[in-house]
Every structure is written in structure tokens, then in C-alpha cells.
């Protein structure tokens, strides 16, 4: 009965996460854009990812739990502390994931100010030069007793509802579609830029690995390759998340 009180709770806080804004912020880009992030560094994200970004002239944001660096899983091989040192030293951006990839709606605000700062530390112990301005949301799941916290801490919190963000936005909860192969197909990333262009948006994608077979939270280099190829095709520029912000006026 406690575990599925508490479920209940993580997922009230959630929908509350989702509806309701600490403040809104009104995008002012003067045309679409799209960003590409990536969640728990997968090394065949540093790698294949972020070279597919590259070849096309472009850059992505990285979301990473310094705890789970080097720690492998089920689903992939972990990229290592080397690989985010050289992520950044490439131009891409390094978010945060919290240190030990803990739901934010599982912490008080104690805990989530020391996986903050647990965070922080760690990436600046790989080099000074590495600074953290976007959070994404582990697992996805919000909070929104802690999102004045986190608006204090971060320019940005991703979560992954889908949608385009455009007009009035909540960037303590921003909207992104899934890159994942069991998530979207080709025609659903043209219609996610149609949106955008129809809108005036900022489309966000989110994706974990990235492999000829991914795992059920990646997506396969065809797919990302689609994806840029139809940001270049409606010649919408590629940013990181720091930089569509301060597109859009942030």
C-alpha cells in the first residue's frame, strides 16, 4: 500500500509539474529551430551520436548523472569521464541529470540541492571550464514542488511530453518529442516540423543510444540522419539548449 501511495504521489506531482507554471516565458525566436539531447551518456551517443551532429555541422546538448559515469546498464555501454571532457572540448553542450539520475519528485529540497551541487563539483573536476545552465528531468518525471528550485539553479528543465514549444512556454517543463525508433517514424518527424514551422516553435528531441539496433530508449543513425537532414532541407538551424534560449530572448 506505501509503494503504490507513493506512486500515486510521484504522479500527482507530475501532472501538477505539467499544468501548472512557477512563471511563463514568451519565446522570442525569429524563426523555428530544433535541438538534439541526449539523456545518461551512452557511449555510442558520445560516438556515433555526436558524430552524426558533426557531419552535419552541428552540435547537441548532453544530460549527464556524474554518479552513473562510467557505470554500464542492460541497454548500452557508458560513455566515461573522458568522453564528456571531450563532448565538451567538441562544442556540445553538458546538461544536468542530477548526480545519481534521482526523479526530482523523490527529493526534498535538500537532496535536490546536493545533487545539484554533487553535480556541478564533479564536472568541474574534469575541467573548470565546463558550465551547467539546462537540467533535464530523469526519467522524465517532474515535480512541481521543486520547480522554483530548479528555475533558481537552471536557465532550462526538459522533461519528455511530447509537443513543440511555441508562444507562452514553461521553461521549468519543456515540451520534447522522442528520437527513438519505437517512439517516432519519418513521416511523425516531418509533422513535428511542420509544427514548428506552422508555429514558430522550438522542437526538442530527446534520445538515449544511438545504434543500427537500439535499445527500446534509442534510435538508429538512419533516423537521426533523417531528422537533420529535414532540419536542413527547411533550412531551420540546429542550437544547443543554451543557445535556442538565448534565441529566444532568455
Not at 505539467?18 to 524563426?31: E, G, I, K, Q, T
Not at 571532457?85 to 562544442?91: E, K, N, S, T
Amino acid at each position: 500500500m506505501n509503494a503504490k501511495w507513493s506512486e500515486a504521489k510521484t504522479r500527482a506531482s507530475h501532472r501538477l509539474a505539467m499544468h501548472l507554471r512557477v512563471d511563463s516565458f514568451r519565446l522570442c525566436n525569429d524563426a523555428p529551430m530544433v535541438s538534439f539531447t541526449f539523456d545518461d551518456l551512452p557511449k555510442s551517443a558520445v560516438t556515433t551520436g555526436a558524430g552524426i551532429l558533426e557531419a552535419h555541422d552541428a552540435r547537441g546538448t548532453f544530460y549527464v548523472s556524474g554518479g552513473l559515469v562510467g557505470t554500464g546498464t542492460p541497454n548500452w555501454v557508458a560513455g566515461d569521464a573522458a568522453d564528456v571532457v571531450a563532448l565538451h572540448r567538441r562544442g556540445h553542450e553538458i546538461g544536468c541529470h542530477t548526480f545519481s539520475h534521482k526523479r526530482a519528485c523523490d527529493l526534498d529540497a535538500e537532496s535536490l540541492a546536493e545533487e545539484i551541487e554533487l553535480n556541478r563539483r564533479y564536472f568541474r573536476s574534469l575541467d573548470s571550464a565546463i558550465k551547467v545552465t539546462s537540467f533535464a528531468y530523469p526519467f522524465g518525471y517532474g515535480s512541481f514542488l521543486r520547480k522554483r528550485q530548479l528555475r533558481s539553479a537552471f536557465q532550462s528543465c526538459r522533461g519528455i511530453v511530447p509537443g513543440v514549444n511555441s508562444g507562452s512556454v514553461d521553461l521549468q517543463f519543456l515540451r520534447a518529442m522522442p528520437l527513438i525508433d519505437g517512439g517516432i517514424d519519418r513521416d511523425g518527424i516531418e509533422r513535428a516540423f511542420d509544427q514548428a514551422q506552422t508555429d514558430n516553435g522550438w522542437l526538442i528531441f530527446y534520445t538515449h543510444d544511438v545504434a543500427e539496433e537500439p535499445s527500446p530508449y534509442g534510435c538508429s543513425p538512419g533516423l537521426m540522419n533523417h531528422a537533420l537532414e529535414a532540419a536542413s532541407r527547411r533550412r531551420i538551424p540546429v542550437l544547443k539548449m543554451a543557445e535556442a534560449l538565448q534565441c529566444a530572448g532568455a
